[in-house]
């Protein structure tokens, strides 16, 4: 079965960090392209970062470029978001979705992405 898990989402004071990490099952993650996606109540799904592994391609949206960091650990089939000088405004639902393919992600474009996790619940308070 083809799964994507995020797990590491909780409350924490604003200037915190968290680390959000996203498992793949049923498929390898090598030759996708990984995005994270956040949507806050009331506002659209919005790009956060996304990675091209194969292709050695990152890219961070301008509101958290700086603070957070995409990376990947290939033995365990997992991309990790860390998630530092979080602020209240990062408050949201993140999600993780891979993309068949390898290519420059940076468009964040929702339906080119396959498969999508379940969302993890971040909470910045002030």
């Known amino acids: 079965e083809v799964q994507l898990v995020e797990s590491g989402g909780g409350l924490v004071q604003a200037g915190g960090s968290l680390r959000l990490s996203c498992a793949a099952s049923?498929?390898?993650?090598?030759?996708?392209?990984i995005g994270w996606f956040r949507q806050a109540p009331g506002k659209e799904r919005e790009g956060v970062s996304c990675?091209?592994?194969?292709?050695?391609?990152?890219h961070y949206a301008d509101s958290v470029k700086g603070r957070f960091t995409i990376s990947s650990d290939s033995g365990k089939n997992t991309v990790y978001l860390q998630m530092n000088s979080l602020k209240p405004e990062d408050t949201a639902v993140y999600y993780c979705?891979?993309?068949?393919?390898?290519?420059?992600?940076?468009?964040?474009?929702?339906?080119?992405?396959?498969?999508w996790g379940q969302g993890t619940q971040v909470t910045v308070s002030s």
């Open positions: 049923g498929f390898s993650l090598e030759n996708y392209a």
């Open positions: 979705a891979a993309s068949r393919g390898s290519y420059y992600c940076e468009n964040y474009v929702l339906y080119e992405y396959d498969y």
């Open positions: 990675m091209s592994r194969s292709i050695g391609f990152t």
